[in-house]
């Protein structure tokens, strides 16, 4: 089993469109928790940290649950700037040992 | 003014060969890693250095041999290069503290094609 598994997509949805990826992962011992954005032949940046209470920022928000060990990004109002890969990241612990889910890859279209 | 830089950006070359990719932070972070990104855009840690100290190790050949000068520098030595190292190498950089939600920068990558 994968230590964070994720459907890989693609997601096509248009303009507008309210997208939602789910992630899970095999390791309770995990401490925090990422969702990172990659673009095409790009590094990888981070989106936004997964808090236990949930959080948004703006268009997005993400949610953890770690009694199940899932964690959700929900994308409302799709732009076209959003197409790329959204990577589900893990901290196994002590010194930031992140641990990278395959990726979902979004695609946002007219 | 990047804040994590690495040096080739490409860097083709037969099997066999020894090469050196090296990376450089400006952001003043005591924590430098490098990761290995697979054809299929898998992306896994291989090494972490804080304060040029070794503290992850992932199960990696021993042909992959990093060395840090100094805190911002981390590079990595390939030797013997095989046809399944080629994949894209990230370096990355952040903070050392108690708190587990640090930020990690990337630095560009650096595509390695073997042949």
């Known amino acids: 089993r994968k230590e964070v598994e994720q459907d890989p997509g693609p997601f096509n949805v248009p303009e507008g469109a309210t997208v939602a990826f789910n992630c899970t992962y095999s390791n309770s011992a995990s401490q925090s928790f990422f969702w990172y954005r990659q673009d095409c032949r790009k590094e990888p940046k981070l989106l936004m940290s997964?808090?236990?209470s949930g959080n948004e920022d703006g268009r997005f928000t993400a949610q953890l649950n770690r009694a199940s060990q899932y964690i959700s990004l929900l994308i409302r109002d799709s732009k076209l700037s959003d197409s790329a890969t959204y990577l589900c990241?893990?901290?196994?612990?002590?010194?930031?040992?992140?641990?990278f889910g395959t990726g979902t890859r979004l695609l946002v279209s007219p | 003014d990047t804040a994590v830089s690495q040096t080739p950006k490409y860097l083709v070359t037969q099997m066999g060969n020894d090469k050196s990719i090296k990376c450089e932070q400006n952001?003043?972070?005591?924590?430098m890693y490098w990761y290995k990104q697979d054809s299929k855009k898998f992306l896994k840690i291989m090494f972490s250095?804080?304060?040029?100290?070794?503290?992850i190790n992932e199960t990696v050949p021993n042909r992959f041999s990093p060395k840090s000068p100094d805190k911002a520098h981390l590079n990595l030595h390939i030797n013997s290069l095989e046809l399944g190292d080629s994949a894209v190498y990230f370096c990355a950089s952040s903070q050392a503290s108690q708190s587990s939600y640090n930020e990690q920068f990337f630095g560009p990558g650096t595509r390695l094609t073997v042949l």
């Open positions: 952001l003043g972070h005591d924590t």
């Open positions: 990241v893990v901290n196994q612990g002590g010194f930031q040992k992140l641990v």
């Open positions: 250095y804080n304060n040029k100290e070794l503290i």
């Open positions: 997964v808090y236990s």
